[in-house]
C-alpha cells in the first residue's frame, strides 16, 4: 500500500526539543511506515488522502491508565486517594467479571481512538480481553497484571497474580507484530512487600521486560514509606532491583532531589498524569524540575474513574497551564513540552523507538487535528493550539501503522454499537442501571 496524505501541516522534531511546521505537507506511507516527507508531492503512484488543512501530529500515547475503569467513571468523587480506593473501588473491582473488563476496556478503546491515542500503557487484571480487542482495533498497547502482596512470606512462585502476569507475558509479549507488548507491574510500595518484589524483579530482568508502577502519588504514602523503611519509595524500589528494568513510574507527585536523580541514572521515565493529582488532591509534580533534569517525562490520563476521562489533549492543556500558575511563571512549560511529552517521552516510555514522531523510517502512527472550529481561529501558532486551543472532539483522523482506525465520527474496526449494549449490559450487573 502507498498511501500520500497531502494538504495538511506536519508537526516534525526540530532537533532542539521543539517541533517545526511543514506547509503544505506532503507525508508518503509505505505500508505501515513513513517513506516521504516533504511540500513538494512525491513521484510515482500514490492513492492521495485530501486532509483539509488539518494539523498533522504524531500519535498520542497515554503512559498510564487502567482502561477498564471507564467502567467505573465518576465513582467516588470527592474522595482522597486511600478513601476512594478502599471505599469507592476496590469494592466494585472486587465484582468485575472478564466480561465486564472486556466490556470497558472496548469502550476505553473508543475514547481513546476518538480523541488521538494511537497507543497507551495499560495496568490491570485480566489483561488478555485488552490484547483480544487490540487484534481486533489495530491499537498499540503495553499491557501489565500487577502484582500486589501484604504478606512478608510470600515468594513470586508463589504468587497467584506473578503467575498471571507471567503468563501474560509468555502469551501476549510481542504479538500482532509488535503492537501488543507486555509490562511487569507492581502496584506500589505500599501494596507490596520486600521479598516478592524482588524476585519478581528478577523473572522480569531475565525476559527482558519493562516494569510499570505507581511511585509517590502522595506525600502520605512517601512519608509512610519513609517511616517505615528508613528510605524513599524511590530508594526501596531500587534496593530490590526493581529499577534495574526499564521503569515507568506513574505520579511522580512527591519525589525528592535524590529520587529525580536514581530515576534518571536508571534511565526511568516519569509519568505526569494532572487530572487525576488534581481530581485525588494529590498534589503537584514538579515538572520543571523533572524536564530540567533530563528526565524522560510522559504524560497519562490514570484510569477514567479519577479523572473522569481518557483525553490526553486535555492532560496536554493542564499540564501547560498548571504549572506556570503553580511557579508564577509563563515560561516555565512550554507547549512544545507537553506535546513531546505525550508523543516521543510516551513512546520512549514504552520501548517503541519506531515512534512517536513524524520522520522517514517511523512508523505512521499519525493523528489529524481539524483546523477550522470556531476556538480554533484564527491559528497564529499549531503547537501552541495544541495545548492551549485544541479539544479532543477536534480530532478527525486517527491511523496506526498506516491503517485509518478513527475518521470524521466512524470507528472503521469497532463495532460502537454492540460495545455500548456490552457497557450497558455490565452496568446492569454491577450497578442496576
Not at 489495530?138 to 515468594?155: A, Q, W, Y
Request: glycine share 10%; proline share 3%; net charge negative.
Amino acid at each position: 500500500m502507498r498511501l500520500l496524505l497531502k494538504n495538511c501541516i506536519a508537526l516534525t522534531d526540530d532537533g532542539n526539543g521543539g517541533f517545526a511546521r511543514l506547509e503544505p505537507a506532503f507525508v508518503g506511507i509505505t505500508d505501515d511506515t513513513i517513506t516521504y516527507l516533504g511540500t513538494a508531492r512525491p513521484a510515482g503512484d500514490w492513492t492521495e488522502k485530501d486532509l483539509g488543512g488539518a494539523i498533522l501530529i504524531p500519535g498520542l500515547v497515554n503512559g498510564h491508565t487502567h482502561a477498564a475503569m471507564t467502567l467505573l467513571r465518576g465513582r467516588g468523587s470527592g474522595l482522597p486517594l486511600h478513601r476512594w480506593l478502599n471505599e469507592a473501588i476496590f469494592p466494585i473491582e472486587d465484582r468485575l467479571t472478564p466480561a465486564d473488563i472486556a466490556a470497558g476496556n472496548a469502550l476505553a478503546q473508543m475514547e481513546m481512538l476518538r480523541t488521538g491515542t494511537t497507543s497507551y500503557s495499560d495496568m490491570y487484571f485480566a489483561e488478555e480481553t485488552a490484547a483480544q480487542l487490540c487484534l481486533q482495533s489495530g491499537m498499540k498497547v503495553n499491557l501489565s497484571r500487577p502484582i500486589t502482596c501484604f504478606d512478608d512470606g510470600e515468594h513470586a512462585a508463589d504468587s497467584t497474580r506473578a503467575r498471571e502476569s507471567l503468563e501474560l507475558f509468555d502469551t501476549w509479549h510481542g504479538k500482532a507484530n509488535g503492537r501488543i507488548r507486555v509490562d511487569f507491574a507492581i502496584h506500589a510500595e505500599y501494596t507490596c512487600r520486600e521479598r516478592i518484589a524482588r524476585e519478581y524483579a528478577e523473572l522480569g530482568a531475565a525476559r527482558g521486560a519493562r516494569m510499570h508502577l505507581h511511585l509517590s502519588e502522595t506525600q502520605r504514602e512517601h512519608d509512610a514509606c519513609k517511616a517505615t523503611y528508613g528510605k524513599t519509595p524511590t530508594e526501596w524500589f531500587r534496593d530490590l532491583g526493581v529499577l534495574n528494568l526499564p521503569t515507568g513510574a506513574a505520579h511522580c507527585v512527591t519525589l525528592e532531589d535524590g529520587d529525580i536523580e536514581i530515576l534518571k541514572a536508571y534511565g526511568a521515565t516519569a509519568v505526569h498524569n494532572p487530572s487525576s493529582n488534581l481530581k485525588l488532591g494529590s498534589g503537584f509534580m514538579r515538572l520543571k524540575t523533572l524536564l530540567d533534569s533530563g528526565l524522560n517525562v510522559a504524560l497519562g490520563t490514570d484510569g477514567a474513574a479519577s479523572n473522569d476521562n481518557l483525553d490526553m489533549l486535555e492532560e496536554m492543556h493542564l499540564a501547560a497551564m498548571i504549572h506556570n500558575g503553580a511557579l508564577q511563571d509563563p515560561t516555565a512549560i512550554r507547549a512544545a513540552d507537553v506535546l513531546r511529552m505525550a508523543t516521543a517521552g510516551g513512546a520512549r516510555l514504552q520501548g517503541r523507538e519506531d515512534t512517536g514522531s513524524i520522520a522517514v523510517g517511523k512508523k505512521a502512527d499519525l493523528v489529524a487535528i481539524g483546523p477550522n472550529a470556531p476556538h480554533m481561529l484564527p491559528m497564529f501558532d499549531p503547537v501552541a493550539a495544541l495545548a492551549y486551543s485544541v479539544q479532543g472532539s477536534d480530532v478527525c483522523m486517527t491511523m496506526v501503522d498506516g491503517r485509518v482506525l478513527y475518521e470524521n465520527g466512524e470507528y472503521r474496526t469497532i463495532d460502537a454499537d454492540r460495545v455500548r449494549y456490552e457497557v450497558q449490559k455490565a452496568l446492569g450487573r454491577l450497578y442496576g442501571i
